[in-house]
């Protein structure tokens, strides 16, 4: 790695010190290796520097494939209520709304977390066909609790993403500012709602309209097309992006750099979209500034 003109890593390890050559800093998570020598950043945080790249998670997914929507489920009137799949019980919030919901509406927890039910077509977290199993089972609910592990302004996993896939309306928490990427229409949002025990008021009122369920379900941006004309945006940022950095590669190959990564404040910029409002106000983060690691 000391000898190679290109190193990328991501947020474990510490190999990519001893890189010379250019490197690249990418994280997929809420929190950032706290020792790297990166010149270039890509991240889904809002910073306004030439070095850095603004990539989504829930974008990195539907780059690497799989993003057409499921047709496969029963129809709306035929499926069961509510779902909720998790194996990281450290996240209060959605632990917390999981009971608050279930407790006027019986949801079916098929993770290890608050589990309270089984499905023979749910594979193992570590089977290959666990991504495939878990989009079919959501297709068999009208909800989906999509929340995220933590809160972070501008931080969207897949867990909304695959709501979406299965053609199943969720229900969100996490990041603030969601509708500058992806249409907030298109789920029930905490944000949206300003309280969990309104969220909670909301979810049994679209579940027994089935006018206004069906008016959240179409506007699915899958169904729309419209995530896929934000994933081309961001696929020809990163392809940009790419060359520049190859570039710099290339200029810089074989030689020596020594970087000393600096936090910028004030180079972090607001979403674009309404404001964040309350408690949810946008807080500046940068590199080694995040919690530390999470399961997901």
Request: charged share 20%.
């Amino acid at each position: 790695m000391a000898s190679a003109d290109l190193v990328i890593h991501s947020v474990f390890g510490v190999d990519h010190l001893r890189a010379a050559g250019t490197v690249v800093a990418f994280s997929p998570e809420p929190w950032m290796s706290g020792r790297t020598a990166a010149q270039w950043f890509i991240d889904w945080r809002y910073f306004d520097l030439p070095n850095h790249l603004r990539l989504p998670v829930w974008a990195t997914f539907l780059l690497r494939g799989g993003s057409l929507l499921s047709n496969s489920g029963p129809d709306p009137a035929e499926r069961k209520f509510c779902n909720f799949i998790y194996s990281n019980r450290r996240c209060a919030m959605r632990n917390a709304f999981f009971g608050a919901l279930h407790q006027r509406e019986p949801v079916e927890s098929l993770g290890t977390v608050l589990n309270n039910t089984t499905h023979p077509a749910l594979s193992q977290r570590d089977d290959p066909s666990w991504h495939k199993s878990k989009l079919g089972v959501l297709g068999e609910y009208k909800f989906t609790i999509a929340f995220e592990n933590s809160e972070h302004v501008g931080y969207t996993t897949e867990k909304l993403i695959d709501a979406w896939l299965a053609d199943t309306v969720p229900i969100y928490w996490g990041n603030p500012a969601l509708s500058a990427d992806l249409p907030v229409g298109a789920c029930l949002s905490l944000y949206e709602a300003g309280s969990m025990a309104k969220l909670v008021d909301q979810v049994l009122e679209v579940h027994h309209d089935p006018v206004r369920y069906e008016e959240i379900r179409q506007a699915n941006p899958f169904r729309t097309g419209e995530i896929h004309d934000t994933v081309k945006r961001f696929a020809a940022d990163l392809s940009e992006f790419g060359a520049r950095i190859h570039a710099d590669a290339v200029t810089h190959a074989g030689s020596r750099r020594v970087a000393t990564r600096r936090l910028v404040c004030s180079a972090v910029v607001r979403p674009s979209g309404p404001a964040v409002r309350g408690r949810h106000r946008f807080r500046p983060a940068a590199a080694g500034c995040l919690p530390g690691p999470r399961r997901r």
